[in-house]
């Protein structure tokens, strides 16, 4: 019996991590990874400060508001306002362009879940 369960948490994890995976392949692929990192400390180019924050970043500004996915979903779809940025003197771009080019409001939506989640993987 203890090797079902080793099975049943083998997947589990597996599925877990792909999930991961996932998400890394539809940052990529719509774009995101162009500008930011996961984890914080990375450079942009030629050394300079990242373009968009990382996303760790992100995760823990945002923990515990209310409507944070909603926001930030609608912020990967319709860009932001350079002139409202809170990561002003951290990174290197002064907005976000808009992106509903480049990925639909469903998979923005689970991007960012994903990365809302982030800090709290261990």
């Known amino acids: 019996m203890g090797g079902v ?3 049943v948490l083998g997947a589990s994890a597996a599925h877990a991590a792909g999930n991961d995976d996932a998400m890394v392949k539809l940052a990529t ?3 995101c990874m162009t ?8 450079t942009g180019p030629n050394g300079l400060a990242p373009i968009g924050p990382a996303w760790k970043d992100v995760a823990a500004k945002y923990k515990g508001q209310k409507d944070a996915a909603k926001q930030l979903t609608a912020t990967v779809l319709a ?3 350079p002139y409202e940025s809170h990561w002003k003197g951290k990174v290197s771009g002064l907005a976000m362009p808009p992106n509903k080019v480049a990925i639909n409001e469903a998979d ?3 991007l ?6 982030l800090n709290d993987k261990k």
């Open 5 to 7: 369960w080793v099975m």
């Open 108 to 110: 923005a939506g689970k």
């Open 79 to 81: 860009g932001s306002n």
């Open 35 to 42: 500008c930011h990192h996961i984890e914080p400390g990375a």
């Open 29 to 31: 692929t719509s774009g």
């Open 112 to 117: 960012v879940q994903w990365i809302l989640a």
